[in-house]
């Protein structure tokens, strides 16, 4: 058993990173501990034509911009690994790895987290363990009967096993369009969305998006789900522009051989893509008593959990913090936790 730290991170991708950032600018002692084998978080497993939304200088974390791509193109996955890495390296952050959290309990007032690599104990504790582990693929009737291959977007590596094969992309956000896109070229696709999709103005990257969610958190306009789903990214918006990019209604079964739409079409398949969104790895929480509604914790909209002093979730989603999910907009959540667990700690020194 460890001494009690000051605090631990839970978490090395982006958000853990940025934590760890402003924890070290409070002057906190504190451990990532990060179950991964290398730096870069879900990065590391996208799949290859994946670009992000914005340019590099507006997808960076605290304290240092990103460095720019050489082409005109925005920033792939391998690019952002790169400058993850060496932000670690930068700030000399304390990251441990691979170490896996497999729970945190509570005794008396102090956080004791059990891992595959011993255990650690700690006045406060801030999660950010991502979503990229817990793939969600809805319960569509016929799913289990369905002959061909299924794959989850968080481990589509690619179009080249689907070529010249009919492919079903389903999900009507970015990862869905993306994919759709991407299977265009070599297989015979069909995207099927809840509605019609819902693209973004083409002029609407990621600069605005952060733009129109912190205006939203000041109390201004109606937040980025208002503007719609879908950054038409270059080859979305080429797929759509040609007539390629044509969404069916949602299927409502899968058959052995294919699927029904809800409107009656039916489908013949040889391979279903769900891009159908992730939910939040909050397994290593079980021990705590963290109230939690449809999968998430309850939280007043930033990253404290109300009930549990000294515990802060960073990077899941709009819930701990508007765009606490992406690369530019974790960092004044993780700049707020940091400045919490520094209060917290001061008061009960
Ligand atoms: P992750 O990157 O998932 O990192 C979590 C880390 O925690 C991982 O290293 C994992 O191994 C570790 N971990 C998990 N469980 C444990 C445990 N129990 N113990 C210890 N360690 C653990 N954002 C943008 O800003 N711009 C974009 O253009 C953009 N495009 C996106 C496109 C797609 C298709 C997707 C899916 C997301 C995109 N995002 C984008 C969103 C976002 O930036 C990522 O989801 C981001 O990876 C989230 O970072 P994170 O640090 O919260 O989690």
Same mark, same amino acid.
């Given at each position: ?10 978490? +090395? ?18 451990? =990532? ?8 978080? !879900? &990065?590391?497993?996208? &799949?290859?034509s994946l670009r992000l939304f914005s340019p590099a200088a507006y /997808? /960076? ?28 390296q930068r700030y000399d952050l304390p990251v441990r790895r691979p ?8 005794? @008396?007032?102090? %956080?004791?987290? @059990?891992?595959?690599?011993?255990? &650690? ?10 979503? &990229? ?71 609407? @990257? ?5 733009? =129109? !969610?912190?205006? /939203? ?52 398949? @040889? ?6 969104? %992730?939910?939040?790895?909050?397994s290593w929480l079980r021990g705590l008593d963290v109230p939690r ?7 007043? +909209? ?26 530019? +907009? ?20």
């Amino acid at each position: 058993m460890t001494d009690v730290l000051p605090a631990v991170v839970v978490g +090395g991708g982006q958000a853990g990173l940025a934590a760890s950032f402003y924890l070290r600018r409070q002057g906190v002692q504190h451990v =990532v501990l990060d179950a991964a084998e290398a730096p870069g978080g !879900a &990065w590391r497993h996208t &799949w290859p034509s994946l670009r992000l939304f914005s340019p590099a200088a507006y /997808s /960076s974390l605290p304290g240092w911009r990103m460095p720019p791509t050489d082409g005109a193109e925005n920033p792939d996955a391998p690019h952002v690994v790169d400058y993850l890495a060496a932000y670690e390296q930068r700030y000399d952050l304390p990251v441990r790895r691979p170490v896996h959290v497999r729970s945190v309990t509570r005794q @008396d007032g102090t %956080f004791v987290l @059990d891992s595959d690599h011993g255990t &650690w104990r700690a006045r406060a504790v801030v999660g950010a363990t991502g979503t &990229w582990s817990r793939p969600f693929v809805p319960a569509v009737p016929g799913i289990d009967r369905f002959r061909g291959d299924q794959v989850h977007s968080a481990r589509y590596a690619g179009p080249a096993p689907f070529a010249g094969r009919r492919v079903l992309v389903v999900g009507g956000a970015n990862s869905g369009a993306q994919v759709a896109a991407d299977l265009l070229p070599v297989a015979e696709v069909t995207w099927a969305t809840l509605g019609s999709p819902r693209y973004l103005p083409d002029e609407v @990257d990621g600069r605005e998006l952060f733009r =129109v !969610a912190s205006a /939203s958190l000041r109390g201004e306009g109606e937040g980025v789900g208002s503007l719609g789903d879908i950054v038409a990214v270059p080859p979305v918006r080429r797929a759509r522009d040609a007539g390629e990019l044509v969404a069916t209604p949602m299927i409502a079964r899968l058959t052995p051989d294919g699927a029904v739409a809800a409107d009656g079409t039916e489908h013949e398949l @040889d391979a279903v893509v769900w891009c159908t969104g %992730f939910r939040p790895e909050l397994s290593w929480l079980r021990g705590l008593d963290v109230p939690r509604r449809e999968g998430r914790v309850v939280t007043e +909209g930033g990253p404290a959990v109300p009930g549990v002093p000294g515990l802060f979730l960073l990077g899941y989603g709009d819930w701990c913090g508007a765009a606490s999910a992406t690369l530019i +907009g974790v960092g004044q959540w993780a700049r707020q936790a940091a400045a919490e667990v520094g209060a917290g700690l001061a008061t009960t020194a």
